[in-house]
């Protein structure tokens, strides 16, 4: 590390002739040691190395110095959050703790495929590393790693759902008039979009900046209301009843007339208008979600109107007379989904077509509101078509219904018959099962029945299962003519796919075979079919007689492709080690069709 200098010999006071003297790297100052050792194209394996070489620059890199400081912040940049500004941290410890925590999580995504990512939690690692490691997978190459990233994907929104819960179970343990209704339509929303940048100080800022447009609106018909005074955090409230009304009719105005808010009445049980950041994005939704929103907007300005659990129809309800009245008449009933309208307690029973008692007009807790919005979302997820996102919709919203009232044996049987059908998590349904039988004695039909099922299910899981194992040259094969990874189009219906699996014969039921219709074609179900992931999202089986490949082989946009294969290679998907072991002749039939049709594609050019 030692470099010389040639300098001109000097006298010294005795006249003496000195030598010329060496000058060394370690005998700059330490300010500039520093720079030089943090340029970019320094790794941590040479800062390693270089404070191996002497004391001097085993002290210039020190764990709490700027050399570790800066490898780490370049490596990471997205952890920067989590340290304030010129924190005096070891940097050398917490290099080496997230170079752990990476090496771990990506051993254990890489055989995820064989266990409940449930492990995750057992690395005992910090869990915003873990993290960054998961979003570092996701973001490498988007052709190459597929299966590490499909099964990274999973960690990442259960760590984050996990996440929520603990978040919601918190907001629920507050006192009833600490909670915020948009705080917890955020919450909800987090959880069923875990993957989504979906904060409750963006969501904040959103509401805010309508807020502003009402108080301009107002300013305008009345430049001394006292709304106008109102700052950010302030519990003042507009007492005069007119003041009120000159409120929610600026709210009105800006919400349905100038950013044109309106119901969702053509799409009403899309998920979305249950979630509050795409209801601000598309300036549409639901009754309750329309109704958060605009009773956030009131109680910003002021005025307090509160949530009504109508059925069949959310409102907010608007007090005419001194606070304290429960009389249903001295209240104005305000449709947010209907742009706004006000109502008297005899018009919202015309809204719904028949008569209700008082108590539905009666106003409810945060709690209540956020049953009544997961609630929605469970019915969503049961009207689903029985495919993977509303299966999820239907878990997703179980889990949150289930967190804010967790002894609905409905709920918790309806939970337990879920995971049952869907094969996972047995412990888990074992334990639901048990919380049942405790809370309802009556039901221990329906408990015994799945317990001894689950129990059934957990026993097989226990013996090893060799997979089925499909040759291409079997004797009963020599009729299959694709293999999996090839994309394929779709004569009939001219959808575009992938293959992930095929039969050489229909093994569909014949219930499924009459309804599809397969004796119509040439062939019947006396031909082989295909396992397919389609470029909608859904899987579907086809027979071979309308499939042939694809002219212009493209990327399949299918959430599972990560689950059979490991890479997209332009002309074709590389199956994964998983479905090779199924497969083990296809993919060289793959690469043998992709060549020769390439090869006479040039030919033809």
Known sequence: MATSVAREGH????????????????????????????????????????????????DVCHGRGKVWGHQYKRRWPRLQKYYRQNECCNWLREYRTRHRVGIQIRRTV????KRFFTEIESLGAPEHFCEDELLFILNSDKRKSLTLKYYAKKILYFLRQQNILRSLKTFLEQPAEQQSALEGAVLVDQYCNPLADVTLESISAQVDEITDKVKKMLRIKNPSHPSLRITQGDCFVVEDLELQRQVLSAINSVLYEQLQYKGNEFDYYNPLNSYIHQVLLRHTGIPISLSILYMTLARKLGVQVEPV???????????????????IYDFIYTDAFGKG???????????????????????????????????????????????????????????????INPDNVQYLLLQARLYFHLGIWPE???????????????????????????LEHIQHKKLPVEPEVKRQGAAEHLEVQY?????????????????????????????????????????????????????????????????????????????????????????????????????????????SMVQEKHETKVIHC
């Open 110 to 113: 890489e055989s995820v495929s």
């Open 309 to 327: 659990n109508f059925p069949n129809h959310f409102l907010l309800r608007w007090c005419q007379k001194p606070r304290g009245s429960e009389d």
């Open 341 to 403: 309208k006000q109502l008297t307690a005899k018009e919202c029973e015309y809204l719904i077509g028949h008569q209700v008692t008082a108590d539905y007009y009666s106003a409810i807790s945060t709690t209540e509101v956020l049953l009544r919005m997961v609630g929605n979302l469970l019915n969503i997820g049961k009207r689903g078509e029985g495919n993977e996102k509303s299966y999820q919709l239907l878990r997703d919203s179980l889990d949150l219904y289930l967190t």
């Open 11 to 58: 006298l010294s006071v005795n006249g003496i002739t000195c030598e010329p003297q060496a000058k060394k790297l370690t005998d700059l100052p330490t300010e500039l040691l520093e720079h030089i050792l943090c340029f970019p194209v320094l790794k941590h394996v040479d800062i390693c190395n270089v404070s191996c070489c002497c004391k001097r620059l085993h």
């Open 428 to 454: 888990k349904v074992l334990d639901i099962l048990q919380h049942i039988q405790a809370l309802d004695p009556s039901q221990h039909g329906a408990v015994g029945y799945l317990v001894q099922h689950t």
């Open 483 to 591: 293999s999996v990874g090839l994309i394929m189009k779709h004569k009939r219906s001219g959808y575009n796919c992938v293959i992930y699996g095929w039969d050489p014969k229909c093994t569909m039921s014949q219930e499924w075979i009459t309804t599809m219709r397969v004796n119509q074609l040439s062939n019947g179900a006396n031909q082989p079919f295909y396992n397919v992931l389609v470029q909608d999202g859904t899987c579907r089986y086809a027979a071979q007689e309308n499939l042939e490949p694809h002219s212009e082989p493209l990327e399949i946009g299918h959430p599972e492709v990560g689950r059979y294969f490991s890479e997209f290679s332009n002309t074709h998907y590389v199956a994964n080690e998983e479905l090779q072991t199924r497969y083990p002749d296809d993919m060289v039939k793959t690469l």
